[in-house]
């Protein structure tokens, strides 16, 4: 199964921009949808937004216009580009297929504090 590492997590004010990484062991193209989670601090892990080999994208409200997806194919990794970040997107980010979903394995995530 493809491993999944999470990179790109940080400190940073409210307005501010990150990007995360993906970064797959095998090949992204393979993969048919690749799901962003985050979790917050006390609370249950929610749905980011999905984006499949095909090209369609998915964003739960609360990132839309906010959060975008990309992909390198050639670098088997897979972006979150968060802008106008909030407090309330604090959180531990996972990326994760749906084999990752299914069996409930998780890697360590990254790191996502947004300071007021």
């Known amino acids: 199964q493809v491993q999944l590492v999470e990179s790109g997590g940080g400190l940073v004010q409210a307005g501010g921009s990150l990007r995360l990484s993906c970064v797959a062991s095998g090949s992204i193209s393979s993969i048919p949808i690749l799901y962003w989670y985050r979790q917050p601090p006390g609370k249950q892990r929610e749905l980011v937004g999905l984006v499949s080999n095909m090209g369609s994208k998915e964003y739960v409200n609360s990132v839309k216009g906010r959060f975008s997806f990309s992909r390198d194919n050639a670098k088997n990794t897979v972006y979150l580009q968060m802008n106008n970040l909030k407090p309330e997107d604090t959180a531990v980010y996972y990326c994760?297929?749906?084999?990752?979903?299914?069996?409930?394995?998780w890697g360590q995530g990254t790191q996502v504090t947004v300071t007021s």
């Open positions: 994760a297929t749906q084999w990752h979903l299914t069996s409930n394995s």
